[in-house]
């Protein structure tokens, strides 16, 4: 009986609650398929404020129409029903959901060395960049410039930094590290991922948001907080903005 007793205490010390590697396809289906119901219904009822202005975007070399008020709107739109949704999975395994996903606060002191951290990080992408001449394509600024500022804020400091960190750094990670990857190869396999969803960009910019996606994700493992990254995500996000697109 003590035999028994300890197989089944053992079974409920790593919960893994979804197959890890289902996970990774729900993620990825979710990502790229709960948005098109909304973006067909703004489309269908939209007129020429939400059509207005597009830029041709070329993902995996194929040209690509983007309507910057519409395609923003639509971020804004289906984030938070991509957070709920993944959310709302996790809280029908009666998980912790405060530890699972990292859902707790960090101190200042922490927050001040991500910060610096982050600072280092941005110090080598201008070297980087300098270096080796990188520049965000120039579709990209066009849609972003062509977007109602207070709508591109709302898509790309709050919303996108959000959805992104609550699907890799939360719900994936949390199923991940659990697996015989541990918490290293969680780091690396959401850094990946998260990356590939950015695949409108060059190899040279993919590179860096692979490395941004690394610093991430040790802070993640590091404190257990999403709200870190989703903050230093924002950040990063953010500073366009103040000192322009380039």
């Not at 101190?107 to 960049?129: C, D, K, M, N, P």
């Not at 990670?173 to 690396?188: D, K, V």
């Not at 990946?192 to 993919?206: A, D, G, K, R, S």
């Amino acid at each position: 009986m003590k035999k028994i007793s300890k197989v089944i205490d053992t079974s409920n010390t790593f919960p893994n609650p979804f197959n890890p590697w289902w996970a990774v396809i729900l993620v990825l289906l979710v990502f790229n398929f709960l948005p098109i119901p909304f973006y067909l219904i703004l489309e269908s009822i939209g007129g020429d404020w939400l059509m207005q202005n597009p830029v041709e975007v070329e993902v995996l070399s194929f040209p690509t129409p983007m309507y910057p008020v519409l395609n923003n709107l639509n971020s804004v739109i289906a984030s938070p029903l991509i957070v709920w949704f993944l959310y709302w999975r996790m809280q029908k395994r009666n998980l912790n959901l405060s530890r699972e996903l990292g859902l707790q606060s960090v101190t200042a002191q922490i927050a001040g060395l991500s910060v610096i951290l982050y600072g280092i990080f941005a110090v080598i992408e201008h070297f980087y960049g300098t270096y080796f001449d990188v520049q965000m394509p120039e579709a990209f600024i066009q849609f972003i410039l062509s977007t109602p500022t207070w709508l591109a804020l709302l898509s790309l400091v709050v919303a996108a930094p959000i959805m992104e960190e609550f699907i890799f750094r939360g719900f994936l990670f949390s199923q991940l590290r659990n697996t015989r990857l541990g918490g290293w190869g969680a780091i690396i396999t959401t850094s990946f991922l998260w990356t590939v969803i950015h695949i409108q960009y060059e190899p040279m910019i993919l590179y860096l948001l692979f490395i941004f996606g690394i610093l991430l994700g040790y802070l993640r493992y590091k404190y257990n907080s999403l709200y870190l990254v989703i903050g230093i995500h924002a950040l990063n996000n953010t500073i366009p903005f103040i000192f322009g697109f380039e």
